[in-house]
Structures are given as structure tokens and as C-alpha cells.
């Protein structure tokens, strides 16, 4: 593309076009998320049994990642405050720092996931571990989209190009750490 | 067009469109917009037609994957009407039909229409050729995410089909997917036919959220400069508010969709009985979204005849205000009436009350919104030309399918009709018109700006009589079959004493289907012909006033190469008194009305 | 009270309701002629008002077609006088909306919610393809010695109260009578209970209405509905035993 339409110039609004589309994303992530998770409290309220198999999860382990997650979110927006400044190369620094933290996160949930299949809770097991699996692995793929995206506007930050995007991926990030204080004491608090 | 260069030279001074100029892109307005689209002269045949990002194309691309879709889905229509005229022979072009394959052509037919030919038609080739055309702007604002969005929804649709010729063969649980039928190849018989089908119909939901943004952004921020709230066009309202009603409902059935596959390939037990899950939940998340898809659709399709009826009828629309607000109220209420689809379906029956009601009370803004249509005709000066004849047949068709609505959601009532062929006639009065006759009504209306000729008036009012006629007689005969009890996705009514005695009017109506379908040659050859000798259109051959017909026919790209337009009121100011001209370009400044 | 005026209402449009639907399917239990006389309400109340909008709709295109020389009319249709041609409409269908929901309601009632004293009880087993019937037998009791278990076919007496237990040993099914006006979905899981009352003699068909699979379009059952003498001439020769299919 060698020049934008004219169209992605205006803003009738007075929002900036990107930013109203991250919105929206996240409105419409938002209703994914409140589906299945509408879904799976309807199955908790109909099934007490599924509190002692939540026992099971350790709440250490969300505990963990819950600190991780919230640590990152800071650095998203000491990373938007530096973009803000026009420091691009200080903005990427937080978004890889951020990046770190998506790390960890994951690698936390490896740990974790590891251990509970091996004492065979997998997937299968009943009710509960499914929505459990599919409810975090769900969360876990959005941040490792997350984590990618930020990568790559991490690059073009450093050199001066783009810096708008990196309040958008804040916004998206935000969402996401607010998705898993919902998940957090849904499925590792309540018992 | 000067008055155009004055209003695109206007963007840059305008405190509205020069905000976020740092933010949204690296070069400055004014050599944008003297530059903008020169780079763009020597295109190749791959960057042109198929992995172009101009919204123009991309419409292109939804509209004939959309039509080459339609024609799958009527040939499956001609297959299954075939063996229920003639159960157990052999189908001319077909050949046997078996009672998998029955199953899977119905369950296709559906997902077929709704997902690839209602959607993509509609929403995304109209939503795509008209949004930037309409509002003033030379594109998208995210023209490579509408690209991307095309590029799944191109996928999904060959995954849908190449579910046919996969071992087990296509999916047959219906279109709506109940499981533990759609959940467990132990049931459906058709492993890799069921999984095919929900991924393609997941992708295809990925597609237009994608698309969706694009829509919703576009239309709120890439207005012309002067272009208020009431002065957008209706098709672009109905368009917008379509994709918002669209996002908001199918969230979670994309959650659904998910746990679906994984019933069926990871062996998880979501919708399993025995294992904890619940089938009626499944219920829940697809009609919670099925529902509100009905306005998803419905709604492009009146934004289209709105745009046309007032074209045609040199008349402002009735009371823009109030059909606004019908579409508000509509959309909202859509989001509490879906469990009407389940009367009978194991919900607790209290529910079946309070769903009674907001079916009801849904039926008076939908109501409204086709009374204010039928009031724009009042005082008009009407020409039946092609496009206004299928926008006044949407009207027509329409009420019925909305009437016959009434029925159904009446709880009472439903427990006859649920699943019989009442219901069946019922929806195919509303996504007819919606599907075919609002497509109709939108290609032969804009057929000239997209294509720079116009269509044969002769042959488009032979197709329109020929379609109308057959489509009546298809249907008319199937709601008397469904008042006498006759069930839906049944392969061989033979099997039912009580209502093998009715097979003349199954024949009937497989006859008018078959003389429907032949009609559609006559658009076909319409179609072909005028694109390689039809009349030039010329910039406005129907003197409309909305922005799209200021550009060339068919617009070059960027739309206005020498400068964007600028709006200066509501789109339907048709025969103001003391102007010479029966119609009022949005374009045009006021200065040059004559002064009264 | 509300059932007064309920029967009120049903009386005037049950005439219509007999002969449209009664005459393509027979009206075969208690509860038939409410649901064929809501439908009946239905259809002169959006008959008339959809007659009316067509005569509108009709008179309008040709009143207003295009002459030479005659301008349409500047309308915005927010004026007073106008907008009362649409506000009228709006109120009529309110109040139409107000009734039909009453009745609708009334009816729903009457057939789902409310479980009225059985005379007997029969179970009903939805597989794919096929429907068992277990009939509690001569003593009237299910899972009894007595009990008569049937394949594709139900034999009931008329006259008689009915409770159904309908049950589903693998996916969704549907009980469907039309000559009862009666739907049901069967889930698995679940035990779904309801009741009817056969008020004519006959065989007529039962329907699977919900897709199950290949062979859902085959899914059919008879039921036979019986004078209390041949109910019992059945009963006793059947009593205790598997009874064999007599038809299909």
C-alpha cells in the first residue's frame, strides 16, 4: 500500500478510527466470553457436585498468574504513557516487558495444566474440567495473539512509526487481563 | 465537478476531519488528496480482481461467491422438492436421493442460504459497494481487514462444500445443529460432514465480525464533511445496525461452536446428557443469535427498498425519524424473543409466556416500519421500473411472511404448528423477500453504477412476473400442507397415511419450484448481456440524490479521483417545491437552488 | 373470570377455527378445538388488518402512478394529519396484540402447564427410529405385571384422561399427534410429562417432529383410539406381554 484511502483519515466521531475499532473488537469479544461463561455458571448453579471438582484446582497457581497479569497491564500503560511522549524506543521496551509477562503467564498455565492432567484431570474428566480447559484455553490463545501483536507494534515503535497502536494493544490488553478476573474466581475460587 | 474539489479540499480545514491527522496516517491531507490513487494505474490481473482491497471488488467478490452459492442452494432446493413430488425416482440431475442424503441437501439448503447467499449478498456486497460510495469516501477504513474478512469468508464456503464429498458425506441434523444428533457421529452418521459444518459455519461468523468493524467504523467516522446522522442514507443505517445486531448476538454461539467441535472431536460432553452437559443449552446459544439473524438480514434488505421506494416514488421517506426509531426498538427487542423457537422444546413452560409477549410486542415496530413504507407511496409520482417493482413485491411478500409470524409466536398456537410446514412457508415469506427479491431489488437499482449500463427493462420484468407468480405457488400450497399437519425434513411422506393422500399439492408446489428456477436463466442472460451491450448508464440514470450517483458508472478507484464530495442534506429531498428539478443531489450547495 | 371471557372468545371463533383447520385434520382431543379456534382469532385479525394494508398498499400505487406534468407532493411525514394514518394502525395493533396474547396464553395454559387428574398413564420411548409404548394394562398402573409394550403403535381409550411420560434413549425426538394438536419434544435425560384426552375413535398418525437422523423421515407410529370395549377386549389379550406390531 503505498498510500491510505482518505477514508482511514477521517474522523467524524472525533474518536481515532483504530482506537472505535479496538472497541468494538473487544465489545464483540466481550459477548463470546459472557456466552461461555453464562453457559458455564448455568451448569455450576445446576450442578453442586462440580464444587468438589473444582477443589481440585489450585488456586496458588491462578493466584500466580492473576499478579503476573495485573504487573502487565501496568507496563502496557507505562508503555502507552511513553508513546504518548513520542519515546517509541522506551514504549517498545514496555510493550516487551509486557510481552514477558504474557510469557510467564503462559508458561505458569503449562506448569499447571501439566500437573493436573498427570493426576488425570484432562478434559474429559466431567463437566467441570471441560469448561475449565476451554474457558482458560480460550483466554491463554488470546494472549498469545496478544502477545504477537504486541511484538510486531513493538518493532515499528522502536522506530518512531505507528506509536497510536500502542494504546490500541493497551486497550485490547486491558481486556483481556479483565477476562481472567472473571475466570480466576470462577473456576479456582468458587467451591 | 468543482463543487466536489471545493468540499475534498474542505476535509483538511474541517476541525471534525483533521483530528488525529498524526495518529491515523504519516502523510498530510492535502497532498493525499491530490495523489491519493494515481500509484495505483498498472494493476495485474491477481492484485486487481483477487486480492484487491478496494471495497468495490471486494462486493464484487461477496456477490458472485454469493450468487454462484444461491445456485448451489437452489439445486439442492430442486433435488429434495424433487423426491418429495416423486419420492423414491430417480431426480433428473441428480439422480437417487437417499434418506442421508435428503437430510444433508434440507440441512445445507438452509445453512446454504442464510449463511452464504442472505449474508454475503445483503450485508456484505451491498454493505461494501455502497458504505464508502454512499458517505463520500474513496474506500474502507480498513481496506486489508476487509480483504482478510472476504478471504475467510471465501474459505468457509469451500470447507461447507467440501463437506459433501468427505467419507459419511454432508451433515443432515438440520441447520439448526441440535445435538446430541449433531454433537455424536455415533447419531449423525457423518464424522467428518458434521465437523466441516461448524467449522465452516465458525469461519464464516469470523468473517463478519470482521467485516462488521469495518462497517461500523467506516460509517462513523469516514462520513462526507456536512454529512449529519439523518442525513445517511436509510440502506446504510439498516446496514450498520444489522452488523451491530450481528455482533452483539453471535458471541455466543461462536463460544457454542466451539464447545460443539469439541464434542465432536475431542469427545468433551457440553451437550451431553450423560456426562453432565445439557443439549438444551445448545438451543439457547443458536437461537439467542438465530434470532436476532433474522434482523441481521431483514434489515439490509429494507434499507434497499427504502433507498429504492423513494427513488421511484420521487417521494422523501415517511418519516426517516420514526423508521429509525423502528429499527432501535426492532433490534433491541430481537435480543428477547428467541426461545420462542422452543415452546415445545423442554423449557420450563412458564418461560413460553413471557416469550409469547416480546414476540408480540416485537410485531409492532416491524409493523410500523412497513406501514411508514406503504405511507412514502402517498403522494408520489410511482414508475414501476424493474427495481421498484421488486421493492414494492418485498412489501407485499414481506406482510405475509410477518403476519403469518403471529401464529407462531402465539404459544398456544405453536404447539400445532412447531415444526411443520406453517413454519416452513412461514420463513420462507421473510427470507424470500429478503434474500431474492431485496437482492433484486438492489442489483437492478444499482446495477448501473456498478457496472456503468444499464439492465434490459424488458427481460427484468419478465424475470420479476416469472419469479413472483412461481414463488406463490411454491409456497401457498405449503402452508395449507402444514395447516393439515404436515412435519418438516420428512424424506417420504408415504410413510404417514394420514397425510400421503395430499401429493398433488407437493407436486404443485415442485413444479412451481421448478418454473422458478427457470426464470432465474432469464437474470442470468439479463445479467450477461447487459454487461456486454446494455445502454451506458451515465453518472445518475434514475436522477437519485444519494452521493454514489455523483461518481462515474462504474466509479473508478478511489470513487472521486478528482476530489471528494461534500454533503449538504438528507438523502431524500425528491421534489422540494420551487426547484426546476425533481430531485436534489446531497452534493449540491445550496447556492445553487433558486432562491424562493 | 379470565376463563370466562376466555370461553366467551373461543365460542366465537371456534366455528371459524372447525372449519378451517378441523377440516383438514380431525378434531381428536379435549384440548384440539382451543387450539384451532386460537388459530381461527389469529387469522381474522391479521386477515383484516392485512387486507386492509393490501388495500392501502394497492389503492396507493395506482392513485399515485407517474402522469405527465404532475409532481409527487413534499411529505416529510412528521405532519400532524399524516401521521395519524399510522398512529391509528399502531393502536389497533396493540390492542389486537393485548388479545391474541390473552388467548394465547389461556391456551398454552390449559395444555402445558396445567396437569389435570389422569384416568391412566403411559410411557413413551423415543429411540432412533422408532417409538415404544408401554401401556400400564388392565390394573392401570405402570411397571406393573400387566403392562403392554408396544412397538409404533399406542392404543388408547377415548375418553380417558391421559399422562404422558415421554423419554428419549438417544437423541431429541418429538411426539407429535395432529389430530391431538399435541408436540412435544422428547430429551434425553429427561423425563417430559404431559397429558390429552382422545375424544374420537380411530387410527390415526404419530410423527417424529424434531430431526433425529437418517431415518427420521420415517419416524412414524399409529395410534389407536378405542371405545372402552375394544380398549378392553386389547387390553385383555395383550396383558402381560410384549405385543407385537400389528401394522407397518
Not at chain 2, 456503468?452 to 413472483?468: S, V
Request: aromatic share 14%; charged share 15%; net charge negative.
Amino acid at each position: 500500500m503505498s498510500t491510505r484511502p482518505i477514508a482511514t483519515t477521517r474522523s467524524a466521531t472525533g474518536i481515532p478510527t483504530g482506537k472505535l475499532a479496538v472497541w468494538w473488537v473487544v465489545g464483540s469479544e466481550i459477548v463470546i466470553f459472557g456466552g461461555l461463561l453464562a453457559s458455564y455458571v448455568m451448569h455450576r448453579l445446576g450442578h453442586p457436585e462440580w464444587a468438589e471438582y473444582a477443589s481440585h484446582t489450585n488456586p496458588w497457581f491462578g493466584g500466580i498468574n492473576t499478579f503476573v497479569l495485573l504487573t502487565s497491564s501496568l507496563s502496557a500503560v507505562l508503555a502507552h504513557h511513553a508513546a504518548e511522549h513520542g519515546d517509541g524506543k522506551k514504549a517498545a521496551k514496555w510493550l516487551v516487558g509486557t510481552c514477558f509477562g504474557g510469557l510467564i503467564f503462559i508458561c505458569v498455565k503449562a506448569v499447571e495444566w501439566t500437573i493436573e492432567i498427570q493426576h488425570g484431570y484432562t478434559i474429559t474428566a466431567n463437566g467441570f474440567w471441560q469448561f475449565y480447559y476451554t474457558a482458560a484455553g480460550l483466554h491463554a490463545m488470546h494472549v498469545i495473539a496478544g502477545c504477537v501483536i504486541m511484538l510486531i507494534i513493538a518493532n515499528d515503535a522502536r522506530k518512531g512509526l505507528e506509536l497510536h497502536r500502542v494504546e490500541l494493544i493497551g486497550i485490547y490488553w486491558h481486556f483481556v487481563d479483565i477476562v481472567w478476573i472473571f475466570l480466576f474466581p470462577l473456576l479456582y475460587i468458587a467451591k | 465537478m468543482d463543487v466536489a474539489k471545493q468540499g475534498a479540499a474542505r476535509v483538511g480545514d474541517d476541525p471534525l476531519n483533521g483530528i488525529d491527522m498524526a495518529e491515523a496516517g504519516s502523510v498530510t491531507v492535502d497532498t493525499h488528496e491530490a495523489h491519493g490513487h494515481e500509484a495505483h494505474h498498472e494493476q495485474s490481473f491477481w492484485s486487481k480482481y483477487v486480492f484487491s482491497t478496494d471495497h468495490k471488488m471486494i462486493a464484487m467478490q461477496y456477490m458472485f461467491t454469493g450468487i454462484v452459492m444461491a445456485l448451489i442452494g437452489g439445486y439442492m432446493s430442486y433435488a429434495f422438492r424433487m423426491q418429495l413430488a416423486f419420492p423414491g425416482e430417480s431426480v433428473p440431475g441428480y439422480g437417487l436421493v437417499s434418506q442421508g442424503e435428503y437430510n444433508a441437501l434440507v440441512t445445507n439448503h438452509g445453512t446454504i442460504m442464510i449463511f452464504w447467499v442472505a449474508m454475503p449478498m445483503l450485508i456484505a456486497a451491498f454493505g461494501n459497494f455502497l458504505i464508502p460510495l454512499m458517505i463520500g469516501a474513496d474506500d474502507m477504513v480498513f481496506p486489508r481487514i476487509n480483504r482478510l474478512s472476504y478471504q475467510i469468508f471465501f474459505i468457509s464456503a469451500v470447507v461447507l462444500i467440501a463437506s459433501f464429498f468427505v467419507p459419511g458425506g454432508g451433515f443432515g441434523g438440520a441447520w439448526t445443529a441440535y445435538p446430541p444428533l449433531s454433537a455424536n457421529a455415533q447419531y449423525n452418521l457423518t464424522p467428518l460432514g458434521a465437523t466441516f459444518w461448524i467449522v465452516a459455519v465458525a469461519l464464516e461468523f469470523v468473517a463478519f465480525l470482521l467485516g462488521g468493524i469495518n462497517f461500523i467504523t467506516t460509517l462513523m467516522n469516514s462520513r462526507a464533511p456536512g454529512m449529519k446522522m439523518y442525513d445517511i442514507p436509510m440502506v446504510l443505517w439498516m446496514i450498520v445496525i444489522a452488523s451491530i445486531l450481528f455482533m452483539a448476538s453471535v458471541g455466543p454461539l461462536i463460544a457454542g461452536a466451539v464447545m460443539l467441535f469439541m464434542d465432536q472431536v475431542i469427545g468433551t460432553g457440553f451437550f451431553d446428557p450423560n456426562r453432565g452437559g445439557d443439549p438444551i443449552l445448545w438451543q439457547h446459544l443458536f437461537w439467542f443469535f438465530g434470532h436476532p439473524e433474522v434482523y441481521v438480514v431483514l434489515l439490509p434488505a429494507m434499507g434497499i427498498v427504502a433507498d429504492v421506494i423513494c427513488t421511484f416514488a420521487r417521494k422523501k421517506l415517511f418519516n426517516y425519524k420514526l423508521i429509525l426509531f423502528t429499527v432501535f426498538a426492532t433490534g433491541i427487542i430481537s435480543f428477547f424473543v428467541w426461545a420462542h423457537h422452543q415452546f415445545v422444546a423442554g423449557i420450563d413452560p412458564r418461560m413460553a409466556n413471557v416469550f409469547t409477549v416480546t414476540t408480540l410486542i416485537i410485531s409492532i415496530p416491524i409493523a410500523e416500519m412497513l406501514f411508514l413504507y406503504i405511507a412514502t407511496l402517498y403522494g408520489g409520482s410511482i414508475q414501476l421500473t424493474t427495481p421498484m417493482l421488486w421493492a414494492l413485491a418485498f412489501i407485499a411478500e414481506f406482510l405475509i411472511g410477518g403476519v403469518t409470524g403471529i401464529f407462531l409466536g402465539a404459544s398456544g398456537a405453536d404447539i400445532y404448528f412447531h415444526d411443520t410446514y406453517f413454519v416452513l412457508a412461514h420463513f420462507h415469506y421473510t427470507f424470500f423477500p429478503i434474500a431474492i427479491i431485496g437482492f433484486y431489488a438492489g442489483i437492478t437499482y444499482w446495477f448501473p453504477k456498478m457496472f456503468g449500463k444499464m439492465m434490459n427493462e424488458a427481460l427484468g420484468k419478465i424475470h420479476f412476473w416469472g419469479t413472483i407468480i412461481a414463488f406463490n405457488c411454491i409456497f401457498i400450497p405449503l402452508f395449507i400442507l402444514g395447516a393439515a399437519g404436515q412435519h418438516r425434513r420428512i424424506y417420504n411422506f408415504q410413510n404417514f397415511p394420514d397425510l400421503a393422500g395430499l401429493q398433488d399439492m407437493r407436486v404443485f408446489a415442485t413444479m412451481a419450484l421448478i418454473v422458478m428456477l427457470a426464470f432465474q436463466v432469464v437474470f442470468l442472460v439479463n445479467f450477461v448481456m447487459s454487461l456486454i451491450k446494455g445502454k451506458p448508464a451515465g453518472k445518475n440514470p434514475w436522477k437519485a440524490n444519494t452521493l454514489e450517483w455523483t461518481a462515474e458508472s462504474p466509479p473508478p478507484h478511489g470513487n472521486w479521483p478528482e476530489g471528494l464530495p461534500n454533503c449538504y442534506r438528507g438523502p431524500y429531498e425528491y421534489s422540494v417545491p420551487g426547484r426546476e428539478e425533481d430531485y436534489w443531489p446531497q452534493n449540491a450547495p445550496p447556492d445553487t437552488a433558486p432562491a424562493e | 373470570m379470565l376463563q370466562g371471557i376466555y370461553e366467551f372468545i373461543k365460542s366465537i371463533f371456534a366455528p371459524i377455527g372447525d372449519f378451517f383447520i378441523g377440516s383438514l385434520v380431525p378434531v381428536g382431543s379435549s384440548f384440539a378445538s382451543d387450539i384451532d379456534s386460537l388459530i381461527a382469532l389469529v387469522a381474522v385479525f391479521v386477515g383484516f388488518w392485512g387486507l386492509l394494508a393490501y388495500i392501502a398498499f394497492f389503492f396507493l400505487i395506482f392513485r399515485f402512478r407517474r402522469k405527465d406534468g404532475q409532481r409527487a407532493k413534499y411529505v416529510t411525514g412528521e405532519e400532524k394529519d399524516l401521521k395519524r394514518w399510522i398512529s391509528w394502525p399502531h393502536a389497533a395493533i396493540i390492542v389486537c396484540d393485548v388479545v391474541i396474547v390473552f388467548m394465547a396464553i389461556m391456551v398454552w395454559y390449559n395444555i402445558k402447564q396445567r396437569l389435570p387428574e389422569a384416568d391412566a398413564t403411559v410411557r413413551i420411548v423415543s429411540q432412533q427410529w422408532a417409538w415404544n409404548f408401554i401401556h400400564p394394562g388392565p390394573d392401570g398402573v405402570l411397571d406393573t405385571e400387566d403392562d403392554i409394550n408396544t412397538f409404533n403403535e399406542l392404543h388408547v381409550q377415548e375418553g380417558m384422561v391421559y399422562h404422558y411420560e415421554l423419554v428419549s434413549k438417544d437423541v431429541l425426538h418429538d411426539f407429535s399427534v395432529p389430530v391431538f394438536r399435541l408436540k412435544q419434544d422428547a430429551i434425553p435425560g429427561r423425563v417430559m410429562k404431559g397429558w390429552f384426552k382422545p375424544t374420537i375413535t380411530g387410527t390415526y398418525d404419530v410423527q417424529c417432529a424434531e430431526m433425529c437422523g437418517v431415518g427420521h423421515g420415517i419416524m412414524g407410529a399409529r395410534i389407536i383410539i378405542e371405545t372402552p370395549e375394544e380398549h378392553a377386549a386389547w387390553m385383555s389379550q395383550n396383558k402381560g406381554q410384549l405385543a407385537s406390531a400389528t401394522t407397518r
